[in-house]
């Protein structure tokens, strides 16, 4: 096996950020829609790479979850389609902010700047390839990826694609770059690159990211662990309300935004619950019920007890929890408990109820009669995201171009001097 010299990738990554950060907006948007065009052609090579990582991943025993997560089939044109609108979207390095003169007759200004290099770490998602280096190049970042193990030949083949595009495009292909290696060793020695990484961001499972946060030492960015709740508020169109619960739950349920928990108000159980079931059932979904919910579900099939752990479950499958609630009191305390700050919401036609949900749930994204599914850089205008973050400084939510950027004070005087 190749051993990879990740100090000099650090290196070679460094100075491809100096250069890309000063790149004009229109080389960055030339070479996105050079980008689109390049995936376009190579489409069936990519695709006969991507099946190649199914097989094998399919042969190592992987879950539905992640087979989902690696597949590429049927998604190629939509991620082209991200990155055509990225390059479509305002640049905002170099963006000037927040001026103001002091009483001295200095001018000051914050002037937004890329990050740098960010290093990013995930696994089984090979469209996080093409979405990062959408963003990254779009803001003059500079990237170093890791992928998982499942999913190297589509990694090996896009980058190889992104690099040769890059170059043709008169920009330095070191602007991204590929850890090629299953070897976890990488990893370790990865989140000690301070020196050459600005931004470490896994994207992956909960131990992934736990490792990142107590091994770093660079600032790290997590999310995309999802525990996501609705509330069945009791005043709400339950008929309205059942479409938004099936989609947030079946749309995509190996995703992190859908549906692991729905909390109903106990005045319209008896009635909500069992419609609940009969539309999600069609689709094959299990429902975990409390000891109250389970007495509404007249024996059916397809639901079985809750365990405790069962709300701190992030079912990425067709899996539901259902909990009845005596109030929204109850509900927020339950989802204070018991979520991960990703996406919740609640359902109701009461406006003041929504205003208090809104208000009492701390998440990165709440919702008002929509579904959790929304919860996506794309479906929020941003053209693709390199995460969706959880935390609470620097971002939140659905990291998009400007999510990348820093900013420098910029002042100017006249030849000041301080007194």
């Known amino acids: 096996m190749t051993t990879i010299n990740l100090n000099q990738i650090g290196k070679d990554s460094k100075e491809a950020s100096r250069l890309f950060g000063v790149a004009s907006t229109q080389a960055k948007n030339a070479f996105l829609h050079a980008l689109a065009r390049s995936l376009g052609d190579k489409?069936?090579?990519?695709?006969?790479?991507?099946?190649?990582?199914?097989?094998?991943a399919k042969e190592k025993g992987l879950s539905g979850a992640l087979l989902d997560r690696l597949s590429l089939q049927n998604r190629l044109e939509e991620i082209i389609k991200d990155v055509l609108h990225v390059e479509e979207l305002p640049d905002p390095v170099g963006e000037i902010f927040e001026t103001r003169v002091l009483p001295n007759g200095l001018k000051l200004a914050k002037h937004r700047t890329p990050?740098?290099?960010?290093?990013?770490?995930?696994?089984?998602?090979?469209?996080?390839?093409?979405?990062?280096?959408?963003?990254a190049l779009k803001t003059g970042n500079a990237v170093i990826l890791r992928g998982g193990s499942e999913t190297l030949n589509t990694n090996t083949l896009l980058v190889q694609i992104i690099q040769q595009t890059l170059e043709q495009s008169d920009l330095p292909p070191n602007a991204v770059q590929l850890i090629a290696s299953p070897d976890r060793s990488y990893v370790q020695e990865m989140v000690k690159m301070d020196?050459?990484?600005?931004?470490?961001?896994?994207?992956?499972?909960?131990?992934?990211?736990?490792?990142?946060?107590?091994?770093?030492?660079?600032?790290?960015?997590?999310?995309?662990?999802?525990?996501?709740?609705?509330?069945?508020?009791?005043?709400?169109?339950?008929?309205?309300?059942?479409?938004?619960?099936?989609?947030?739950?079946?749309?995509?349920?190996?995703?992190?935004?859908?549906?692991?928990?729905?909390?109903?108000?106990?005045?319209?159980?008896?009635?909500?619950?069992?419609?609940v079931i009969e539309k999600l059932q069609t689709a094959g979904v299990e429902f975990h019920l409390d000891p109250t919910a389970?007495?509404?579900?007249?024996?059916?099939?397809?639901?079985?007890?809750?365990?405790?752990?069962?709300?701190?479950?992030?079912?990425?499958?067709?899996?539901?929890?259902?909990?009845?609630v005596s109030e929204m009191k109850t509900a927020l305390h339950h989802i204070a408990e018991h979520s991960m700050s990703h996406s919740d919401g609640i359902l109701t036609s009461n406006k003041e109820h929504a205003?208090?949900?809104?208000?009492?749930?701390?998440?990165?994204?709440?919702?008002?009669?929509?579904?959790?599914?929304?919860?996506?850089?794309?479906?929020?205008?941003?053209?693709?995201?390199?995460?969706?973050?959880?935390?609470?400084?620097?971002?939140?939510?659905?990291?998009?171009?400007?999510?990348?950027?820093?900013?420098?004070?910029?002042?100017?005087?006249?030849?000041?001097?301080?007194?």
């Open 43 to 56: 489409k069936e090579a990519i695709l006969v790479a991507n099946s190649k990582d199914l097989r094998l």
């Open 115 to 135: 990050l740098g290099v960010l290093g990013v770490i995930y696994e089984a998602r090979p469209n996080v390839t093409v979405d990062i280096t959408s963003l």
């Open 195 to 275: 020196r050459y990484i600005d931004m470490l961001i896994p994207r992956g499972g909960t131990a992934l990211q736990e490792y990142c946060k107590m091994n770093s030492t660079i600032p790290v960015i997590t999310g995309g662990v999802g525990i996501c709740h609705l509330y069945l508020d009791e005043e709400v169109d339950l008929e309205a309300a059942l479409p938004v619960i099936f989609n947030a739950k079946v749309q995509r349920p190996a995703a992190c935004n859908a549906l692991d928990t729905l909390l109903v108000h106990e005045k319209i159980a008896s009635k909500a619950i069992p419609k």
């Open 294 to 324: 389970l007495k509404l579900a007249a024996n059916n099939a397809n639901c079985i007890p809750a365990k405790d752990a069962d709300w701190d479950t992030e079912w990425l499958s067709l899996s539901l929890g259902i909990k009845v």
């Open 355 to 419: 205003k208090q949900f809104v208000a009492g749930v701390d998440s990165a994204c709440v919702y008002v009669n929509a579904s959790t599914r929304f919860t996506d850089g794309g479906q929020f205008g941003l053209g693709a995201e390199v995460a969706v973050t959880t935390q609470k400084l620097h971002a939140r939510g659905p990291m998009g171009l400007k999510e990348l950027t820093t900013y420098k004070w910029v002042i100017e005087g006249e030849y000041h001097v301080r007194s």
